[in-house]
């Protein structure tokens, strides 16, 4: 009998090793930084990162839905959509780690600059562990692993770098 926790974690697996969580951190890495260079303050970054990914989740799903129907050439908006939800949660999963860290610096737990660099930085070491998780679906090798990670972090550190010559 298969182990429900077991098959729950594989697709929590597979929706997070995906092109959409990868650029969903992307998206909200820089929208952190963008909206930072407005106000600095964690309740914008906040503000502009929820309706950013909300939009942005939208129309994938939309533009996937409509993908889905030409591609088939049949017509089943309720199968095309949903396969469109599906391929694109990864992009909604992987912002909840960052929204929360923002929420603390809203809720004043933690300082709103330090809110704003930690989920940056949060965002880029998640960005470098889907890279090399994404990398061992398919190589074992360290190396190759390892640069993926490197890789894929770089978008992040980039965003990073960004926000420190803006503000300084």
């Known amino acids: 009998m298969p182990d429900p926790a077991a098959g729950r974690l594989a697709r929590l697996g597979r929706v997070l090793i995906s092109e959409e969580s990868v650029y969903g951190l992307i998206l909200v890495s820089g929208m952190i930084v963008v909206s930072n260079s407005l106000t600095g303050t964690s309740a914008n970054a ?3 990162v929820v309706v950013t990914v909300i939009v942005f989740f939208a129309a994938h799903v939309y ?5 889905g129907l030409a591609r088939t050439h049949r017509g089943d908006l ?3 959509f949903s396969a469109a939800i599906h391929h694109s949660e990864g992009m909604l999963l992987v912002s909840v780690v960052p929204l929360v860290i923002l929420l603390l ?4 737990v933690i300082d709103d600059e330090l809110a704003i660099w930690t989920a940056l ?5 998640i960005l470098g562990l889907l890279g090399w998780f994404a990398v061992a679906r398919w190589d074992g090798r360290f ?14 550190g980039i965003l990073i770098m960004l926000k420190s010559l803006i503000h300084h």
């Open 105 to 108: 610096g809203v809720s004043r």
């Open 121 to 125: 930085v949060v965002d880029t070491v």
């Open 78 to 80: 309720r199968a095309s």
């Open 143 to 156: 190396w190759v692993r390892l640069t993926s990670a490197l890789i894929t972090a770089a978008f992040g």
């Open 46 to 48: 906040l503000l502009t």
């Open 63 to 67: 533009a996937g839905t409509i993908a």
